[in-house]
Each structure stands twice: as C-alpha cells, then as structure tokens.
C-alpha cells in the first residue's frame, strides 16, 4: 500500500472550514484514499473514502487531484467536536489481509 | 445495535499474567481485527480473521493468541504479560469480502491495558 504524508497538526476557528491535505505521491491506480478521525482516546471513526472522483457525504467533502497524488478532507464549518486525529489512508481493494497503514495523523484543533 | 464491544476498559496487569481482551459485533460482519495503538502513534494491526476458524498475523503479532469460533466474537489472548504490551487495544470490523472500496472499518471504544 501507498505511504501518505500529513501535516502533524493544524488549527481552526470554529465556525470556519477545516482543509486537511494528505501527498500519497505513490498510489496506484486501484488504491482508495479513506480517512478517518480519532477524538481523543475513543476508537477511530469512518469519515469518507474515495478513489478518483470528489466525494461528499453528511460529514464531509473529499477533493482528490486529477493525479491522485494528493487530496483534501474538508468539514465545511467546523465545530469544537471535531477536534481530533484525522487519518488518511490509502488501501487497495484487493489487499489480502485488509492491514490499513495508519500513520500519525494530523491532529485538528478548533478554536472558539 | 450496539456495533463494536469490547471489555474491558481498563486492565492493570503484572508482569507475567495472563489475560483475554473481549471483542463482540453485531452487524454479521465477516472480518474482525486488533489493533494496538501506542501514545503518538498510528494503530498497527496484531491479529486478524474473516471468517470463524480462520485467523491470521498482522504487523506486531508477537505475545499474543486470538481464536475466531463464532462470528460475533474475536477475543485476543495475552499468555504471558510484559510492560512493551502497555497499550491501548482496538477491536474494528467489516464486511468481507471487499471487492470495491465501499467496506471500511467500525472501531469499538478500545482497551487500555497497563503492564507492571
């Protein structure tokens, strides 16, 4: 599976959208790109994933470059709960044993 | 529904005990995996299974057992307990298999376990 590199943390004020970028230079043309979120302590949650198109869904938006080296998870107006890690993962269907490659995260910190 | 379960959430342990995490699911998902995630860190998967009977290695498997003998239930074994197993454990589940990308993960509420 592709690596993905994040920023270690970022911050925004409440109310404000919330751009978090992910490179994933080595993707392949059947890997999806997920993210997920942790807030703190608790077990990582199901944001949105895609493979070549932008997505949207209830949570958030997912813009993915038309090379598929990079994309955005943008949460449109940003509240105090969704301080948390966010994860970008990238993983191809066919992976025999489903092993998400989790690094670090980018740690979001709303700000009233 | 109540998703992911795992008990319990707190585990103070000596060097040397034994122990058995629970992970419960009720969405009839095929796969089931653990995690353990150290402070800073990404999780990194131990033990996986897609199916009762059938398990498998992940990335850190070492120290610890799991058994798949219903669906519904993965618990993971620690035989013998060392302080590097100090961690946070996480429980996760989907569908199997995952011929598009639509399957992705539910988490359970993790358990945090301190070796002495």
């Known amino acids: 599976d592709a690596k993905t590199t994040q920023p270690p943390s970022m911050d925004c004020a409440e109310g404000r959208a919330a751009n978090l970028p992910c490179n994933h230079s080595?993707?392949?043309?059947?890997?999806?790109v997920y993210w997920y979120r942790q807030i703190h302590s608790q077990g990582p949650q199901y944001i949105i994933h895609?493979?070549?198109?932008?997505e949207t869904n209830e949570m958030a938006s997912l813009i993915i470059t038309e090379d598929r080296k990079s994309s955005t998870l943008i949460l449109p107006h940003a509240t105090l709960r969704d301080t948390a890690v966010y994860y970008c993962?990238?993983?191809?269907?066919?992976?025999?044993?489903?092993?998400?490659?989790w690094g670090a995260g980018t740690k979001l910190i709303i700000k009233p | 529904n109540a998703g992911v379960t795992q008990t319990p959430k707190f585990q103070v342990l000596k060097t040397g005990q034994s122990m058995t995490l629970q992970c419960a699911q009720d969405?009839?998902?095929?796969?089931m995996s653990w995690y353990r995630q150290d402070p800073g860190m990404g999780l990194r998967l131990i033990h996986y299974?897609?199916?009762?009977?059938?398990?498998d290695q992940g990335e850190v498997p070492n120290g610890y057992n799991v058994s798949r003998s219903t669906t519904e239930d993965f618990p993971l074994r620690l035989l013998s307990a060392a302080p590097s197993q100090t961690s946070v454990y996480f429980c996760?589940?989907?569908?199997?298999?995952?011929?598009?990308?639509?399957?992705?993960?539910?988490f359970g509420a993790g358990s945090r376990l301190t070796v002495l």
């Open positions: 299974s897609v199916g009762a009977g059938i398990t």
């Open positions: 895609g493979l070549k198109n932008n």
């Open positions: 080595t993707i392949s043309g059947n890997e999806y």
């Open positions: 996760a589940s989907s569908y199997w298999p995952l011929e598009s990308g639509a399957n992705v993960l539910t």
């Open positions: 969405m009839n998902h095929e796969y």
């Open positions: 993962i990238v993983r191809s269907p066919g992976d025999s044993n489903y092993q998400l490659i």
